[in-house]
């Protein structure tokens, strides 16, 4: 484990698996997680995580109906199927609220058995970072 | 694992993203990080399709799109805005780091941020690797600003079946 000090930055190597848990008020770590397991397969050496015990996911979908089958829209699934089916107690926050059986069986992405709640979504969906086409020179600008 | 850096500004961007681009194969599943790999496809070579996977779900991301063509449910894992290409699957983020585990993705382009990781890195020319490794540990995990290794790390985890592609502009600045 080794842990440095460079001006105001804190850098630490990742592979033991350690994360600071807690700082001092001036930035130095002053609890660090335990080290994690580590064992071999095929040769190669792996760190041991333990899975999440998840007690509650909110969930975000497209479609819901009243048995908690649920419909992601285009790339919206990232965590929230596997989150839901993960926690004990799974909320779906809903954009459109539909009729059993309007959702195709082979089109549900999370079962209702997973599901607990349905909630219909009232927020307006936004856009974090609109980024359009550009020409291939604009592109060489564009930086992180 | 190849890394392609030069010292200086921003002139010499398109210089490694035009060579970046050069490592692209017909019919290469590609998962491309944020920064000068996003500008590769750009400069993808004549009769060469590659299949751009995006970690939050997408295989055969396609362009960003055009005023009006923006989705709110259609965003890469920089939270910008994209597009589908014709034959693109969707799935979840356990499905997509299955397959980046399972060394499925033929090539990786980390640039920007995601470099952070190979403090380090012994053949870059420019600058010192003392400097670099200074660098390129505060890239990733910066208090106040934390962006986190990201997908990064499972990406390089299978070298011999997903082959990395580094691209960086040195400098002598710590950022």
């Known amino acids: ?144 | 694992m190849l890394t392609l850096a030069v010292a200086g500004g921003d002139d010499k961007r398109e210089r490694i993203i035009r060579r970046a681009a050069k490592e692209f194969r017909d019919g290469m599943y590609v998962n491309l990080g944020i920064g000068m790999p996003l500008a590769a496809p750009a400069f993808l070579p004549e009769g060469i399709e590659v299949i751009l996977q995006s970690e939050n779900g997408i295989l055969g991301m396609g362009r960003y799109p055009r005023p009006g063509e923006e989705d709110p449910d259609l965003i890469n894992p920089g939270k910008e805005t994209v597009t589908l290409n014709v034959g693109a699957s969707l799935f979840g983020s356990h499905e997509s780091f299955g397959m980046i585990r399972a060394g499925r993705i033929d090539l990786t382009m980390l640039g920007a941020l995601q470099v952070g990781m190979y403090g380090g890195m012994k053949n870059l020319r420019g600058t010192s690797a003392k400097a670099n490794k200074k660098i390129d540990l505060a890239n990733f995990m910066l208090p106040g600003k934390v962006k986190g290794i990201g997908g990064a790390m499972d990406l390089v985890a299978n070298p011999s079946q997903t082959k990395v592609v580094i691209t960086m502009v040195c400098s002598n600045q710590p950022k």
């Not at chain 1, 041991?48 to 969930?59: L, N, R």
């Open chain 1, 1 to 144: 484990m080794n842990i440095s000090r460079d001006g105001d930055l804190l850098t630490c190597e990742v592979q033991t698996g350690q994360l600071p848990m807690k700082y001092h008020p001036d930035g130095t770590v002053a609890v660090m997680s335990d080290v994690k397991e580590t064992r071999v397969f095929k040769g190669k050496p792996f760190v041991m995580e333990e899975s999440i015990a998840g007690d509650y996911a909110f969930v975000k979908v497209d479609k819901a109906d009243r048995l908690g089958n649920c419909r992601f829209r285009k790339a919206q699934n990232n965590f929230n199927e596997v989150m839901g089916k993960n926690a004990q107690i799974t909320i779906v926050e809903a954009d459109h609220i539909v009729e059993v059986g309007e959702i195709a069986p082979e089109d549900i992405h999370l079962q209702g058995i997973y599901v607990k709640k349905v909630i219909q979504s009232t927020e307006e969906k936004k856009i974090e970072k609109l980024t359009f086409a550009k020409d291939p020179e604009k592109l060489l600008e564009a930086g992180e």
